[in-house]
């Protein structure tokens, strides 16, 4: 597959360079042969803070150039200057209410040679531990016949993410360790259940490795999840507190209706 010139990805890819460069973002990336050099692929990635999708991309680009389409919420590609950016970079509106449409031009990109970005827990994890997975990644993969690429991201959250105001000063030097795992194909006979818990295992694993070499000791800090002697709330709280969060914006907008 020839891969044409896209100024407005190219120029975003620079001012995200120019960002983690001016942050001095300490990057570590184990396993960037798994990182494919053509052909399609769905990337399966970590998500802990709303920088994941910079920090894998970076880290493609600094190893072959190549582009992520990431899907993202519909809500964003409406947004006037951000949705005009995002269209522009050929990522995926996804409608939550009705995803079939997202879900056909995927897999189309997919069959055309591109590589497709999903976070698996469709939402980010505030209590830094990873959640249960949507099946789309595997199925996916399995209907376009390219394998899925599994990534685990830590340290990112320290950047931005939810529930937590980040200084500029917090955000300098912070250190990234991403790990990338094998290829994982799933045939179109597999059960989409059962592949998408063999890619949560995996992705667990590729999480404890990445956290065994992150160079900082994260005990009594609010980045570091509580089994692992942080602060971060649990898995139970995480999701106690984002039901609450759900309740007050369903209130707010039967308000404004």
Do not use: C
Not at 22 to 41: F, H, W, Y
Not at 99 to 123: D, K, Q
Not at 183 to 190: E, F, H, I, L, S
Request: positive net charge; charged residues 25%.
């Amino acid at each position: 597959m020839k891969y044409r010139n896209e100024p407005i990805y190219t120029a975003a890819i620079g001012a995200g360079r120019a960002m983690f460069g001016a942050l001095r973002v300490r990057r570590t990336v184990i396993g960037s042969q798994n990182l494919p050099a053509e052909g399609g692929a769905v990337f399966a990635m970590t998500h802990f803070g709303y920088l994941e999708f910079a920090l894998v991309e970076w880290a493609l680009w600094l190893h072959n150039h190549r582009r992520i389409r990431f899907m993202a919420k519909k809500s964003v590609f409406e947004k006037r200057v951000v949705g005009s950016f995002m269209r522009n970079m050929k990522h995926i509106p996804v409608d939550m209410k009705a995803g079939a449409n997202a879900y056909a031009s995927a897999v189309t990109a997919l069959r055309t040679g591109e590589l497709i970005g999903v976070f698996p827990e469709a939402g980010v994890s505030a209590s830094f531990t990873i959640r249960d997975f949507k099946t789309g990644a595997v199925r996916l993969a399995a209907e376009a016949g390219v394998p899925v690429i599994p990534i685990a991201l830590w340290g990112g959250q320290r950047l931005m993410t939810k529930n937590r105001t980040i200084t500029l000063r917090e955000r300098v030097g912070i250190p990234i360790v991403m790990v990338v795992g094998d290829p994982m194909m799933v045939a179109p006979t597999d059960d989409a259940t059962t592949a998408t818990a063999r890619l949560k295992r995996t992705m667990e694993g590729l999480l404890e490795t990445a956290q065994k070499a992150y160079p900082l000791d994260g005990t009594g800090q609010w980045w570091q999840p509580r089994h692992l002697g942080g602060t971060a709330p649990t898995p139970d709280e995480a999701a106690a507190a984002d039901a609450e969060r759900d309740l007050r914006r369903a209130e707010a907008a039967r308000k404004h209706k």
